[in-house]
């Protein structure tokens, strides 16, 4: 929803899936440099493919969230 842009496409749906299960996801400040790196980086870890490396619960998701939402300033 960020980039505009879905992270794996592929001609077929087992093709897409292949993708998702074996491809590193592209940053998306590729597609769009105005995301924040610190926002990339969330995107990137909830995207990660071991278990582990991804956000455990959502409180860790929120919390950095919320980090990020106060690094950004407010326009009118």
């Not at 074996?22 to 995207?47: A, H, V």
Request: charged content about 35%.
């Amino acid at each position: 929803m960020v980039t505009g842009q879905l992270p794996f496409e592929g001609e077929t749906p087992l093709s897409t899936a292949m993708k998702h299960k074996g491809e590193i996801p592209i940053d998306p400040r590729e597609f769009n440099p105005e995301i924040p790196e610190d926002l990339s980086f969330l995107i990137l870890k909830c995207m990660e493919k071991e278990k582990e490396k991804r956000y455990q619960n959502p409180e860790e998701l929120h919390s950095d969230l919320l980090n990020i939402e106060k690094g950004i300033p407010a326009t009118e």
